[in-house]
């Protein structure tokens, strides 16, 4: 499975940014689709998944602000970040597995290449 990661970039905080997963190679529909995020020196976070039924999962620190989404027929997983903090600069990440282990970084065998969001105050 392949996965291409866009639509990072420069952002006012406050204002709002949609990342997008493109995957090829697998069987996009039945894979859990999460997005991480990870700032030097620490270890990468979960940002949101959402299972093969679209059950979506956030972390506390997201949580009200960005969601996750996906489309099967375009095998393309979203994250829509509203109201962007200072804080959720980083290099973001989208993987790909059969897991159970959801919001664990080593249960996914596939990663895109990351994209770097930067929100400045």
């Known amino acids: 499975v392949q996965l291409q990661a866009s639509g990072g970039g420069l952002v006012q905080a406050g204002g709002s940014l949609r990342l997008s997963c493109a995957a090829s190679?697998?069987?996009?529909?039945?894979?859990?689709m999460a997005w991480f995020r990870q700032t030097p020196g620490r270890e990468r976070e979960i940002v949101a998944t959402i299972t093969r039924d679209h059950l979506t999962d956030y972390s506390t620190s997201v949580k009200g602000r960005f969601t996750i989404s996906r489309d099967n027929a375009k095998n393309t997983v979203y994250l829509q970040m509203n109201s962007l903090k200072p804080e959720d600069s980083a290099v973001y990440y989208c993987?790909?597995?059969?897991?159970?282990?959801?919001?664990?970084?080593?249960?996914?065998?596939?990663w895109g290449q990351g994209t770097l969001v930067t929100v400045s105050s």
């Open positions: 190679g697998g069987t996009f529909s039945s894979y859990v």
């Open positions: 993987a790909a597995d059969q897991t159970r282990d959801r919001t664990i970084a080593p249960s996914y065998r596939y």
